[in-house]
C-alpha cells in the first residue's frame, strides 16, 4: 500500500497492468485508488491476451465500477491489449504512453540544481547507506552535495538500473547513490544544495524537529509497559528491523492500523539491515521481541539473544506477520511455531551444475545439513532465498547428511542460481508446539 501510495505520486503515468483472465483483483483497486488521488493519468495495459481463457472486454466491464471508462467504450482513458510473453502489440503500449506524455506536455529543466524522490533506502555492509533516488529535476552529478530529510551527504558515486556506474542522471532517470550519512526514509525529498555547510545546516534544524517529536511522546519504564491503569491501553513494545527502508514504514503503518483504544504497538526502534547486539540489547532491556522482516542476526547478536532470552521471530511476508502480532494482541495466541536450526555453512565457491543452474561449494560450520531441510541463503545478513536443499553431494556421491567440518556440494529448489561466495546458508526445521501462558 505505501509503495503504490508512494509510486503513484512520484509518477506521471501510470500503466495498469490487468491480466486477462483474471480480471480486477484487490490490489489492482487499490493501484486504482491510489492513482486517482494522486491525479495521475492512467493507461491500461490489458496482459496474457494469449491465454485461450482471456477476455479483454469483461476486464473493460469491470473496470466501469471503477469509473475507468476506456477509449473503446468511448471513455478517454486509453486501453492496449497486450501480451508479455509474446510480446504482442508492446510497440502499441509504447505509442499510447508517447501520444499521453504529448496531450501532458510532459517538461523538466535539466539546466539546474537536481531534486527528486527517494524511492527505496537500505544499509549495504559494504558501500553504506544506499538510496534510490528518482531525479524530477535538474541533473544530479557526481560529487554534488545534497540534503535528504535530516540527512545531508556528498554524491560519491551513483549507479543506473542495468548496474552501470553514471558520472549524471537527468529529469526521469533513477539511480542508486552512494555518500550519504544515513539511511534517509522512503519518500524524503532529495534536494542538491550549494555547499556543504548549507547541508548540514538543514539536516540539523530537520534533525531537531524530529527530536522535539520523539521527546513529547512519553518515556518507555518497565514498571508501566504492561499495566493498564484506568483507560491506558496495554503496550505491546516490538523492536523491527528489515532489509529495507520501505518494509519499515509500511510495518510501523500497519503496527499503528492495528492498535486500539485497549492495546497499542509501542515501536522501540526501527532500522534498516541485519539484527545486531545493540538491538538485542535494547529488546532484552525492555521485554520486547525483536521482529526481523527479510533479515538475520549476525553471529553475537545471536549468541546475546539466546544467553538473555530474547525472543526472535522472522517474517517474509507482511500480513503474517500482522496477524501475528493481532493474534497476540487479542490474546489468541495459537500454536507457537518454534524455528529450529539445524545447521551452517559458508559458500566458498559457486559452479555450473546443468540444468539445476547452479551448484554452491559450502563448508559446513555448525550442526548438519541434510536434503529436504528448509534452507535460507543470506548475504549481510539480508535473506536472498528461501527453500529447500534439492541435492547434497560429497565428491560426487549423492549423501543424506554432511556435518559440521566437512565439504560438499548443494542445489537448491526453483533453480536458484544468485548465488555467490561469501554467502552463509542457514537450513532449519519448523515445529508447531501448543502455546502456554
Known sequence: TEMRARGANVTDIVILVVAADDGLKPQTIEAINHTKAAGVPMIVAINKIDKPDANPQKVREELLQHEIVVEAMSGDVQDVEVSALKKTNLDKLLEAIALQAELLELKANPDRTAEGTVVEAKLDKGRGPLATVLVQRGTLKVGDIFVVGAISGKVRAMIDD?????????????????????????????TVVENDARAREVAAYRQGVLDKKRTTTAPVNLENMFAAKGDQPVEFPLVIKADVQGSVEAILNAGNRISDEQTKVRVLHSGVGGITESDVTLAGASGAPIIGFN?????????????????????????????????????????????????????????????HGKAAGLLVTEGVLRKALKARITREDVIIYQGEIASLRRFKDDVAEVRAGLECGVTFTQNFTDIKPGDFLETFEVEERERTL
Open 162 to 190: 542495468k548496474g552501470r556506474q553514471v558520472k549524471e542522471a537527468g529529469p526521469s532517470v533513477p539511480v542508486e547513490v552512494l555518500g550519504l550519512s544515513g539511511v534517509p526514509s522512503a519518500g524524503d525529498i532529495f
Open 295 to 355: 533479515v538475520r542476526p549476525n553471529a553475537k547478536a545471536r549468541e546475546i539473544a539466546e544467553r538473555n532470552g530474547v525472543e526472535l521471530q522472522y517474517y517474509d511476508v507482511i500480513y503474517h506477520l500482522t496477524d501475528a502480532v493481532k493474534a497476540a494482541m487479542a490474546g489468541e495466541l495459537g500454536p507457537l511455531m518454534i524455528e529450529n536450526v539445524v545447521g551452517r555453512a559458508e559458500i566458498r565457491e559457486v559452479f555450473s551444475a546443468g540444468k
